[in-house]
């Protein structure tokens, strides 16, 4: 009879754009926060196996890792990206068929786990979408006339976080962050939908630092 073992494989993502020197420190960060993901594993009586992949890939790319697993064991992948980046952890076996895994993501942070039918090499894919944060200032008759709401409602229809409130000056700010193109197509929505009237100026900053919330809310602050 087999023994079940249940082992740890962390692999580790850098995003792309990181300067030369940065990219040192953006590769410990991104090792600690895939071993912060291990630890929750650990707790379950996994074991960290020896080894890391650390590399750097550019949007919409992916990485391959060749794996020696085998059956009878449980693995989990943990990923974490340095910058801001939605990551998807998929596992192949040795004639590229995807096999089924549980999956695990929060942001910069995704693993996989599976318990493989047949020793051998498997490939772990780790595929990698810069994400985008932007302040938007809509300027017009946008207050007092349901606009944060009407916003809101368009954000249910996008993979965004973000948030809307009314400034003083009369003005609606707006953040948000999300992949790039989804972004883009919610503003766009916005602009052109049934707002477009009510909007005389947009004006769009991009923010360094990616918009916390989850989900998308009206502020009142």
Known sequence: ????????????????????RAETDAEVRARKDALDVAGAFSNDGFKIRDGHWCG????????????????????????????????????????????????????????????????????????????????VFYEGHVQGVGFRWSVRDVAKGFDVNGWVHNLPDGRVELQVTGEETEVRAFLDRVAQGELHSLIHRQTENKLNNPVTPRGFEIRYD
């Open 1 to 20: 009879m087999k023994r079940w073992l249940p082992i740890f494989l962390s692999i580790l993502v850098l995003a792309a754009s990181v300067a030369v």
């Open 56 to 135: 750097v890939l550019k949007p919409h790319e992916h990485a391959l890792v060749a794996v020696n697993l085998y059956a009878g064991n449980q693995y989990w992948f943990s990923t974490a990206s340095a910058e801001p980046a939605k990551i998807a952890v998929s596992v192949y076996d040795e004639s590229g068929k995807q096999v089924t895994t549980e999956s695990y993501n929060n942001g910069e942070k995704a693993a996989a786990g599976f318990s493989p039918a047949n020793s051998g090499q498997y490939l772990v894919s780790v595929d990698l979408v810069v994400m985008t944060s932007l302040q």
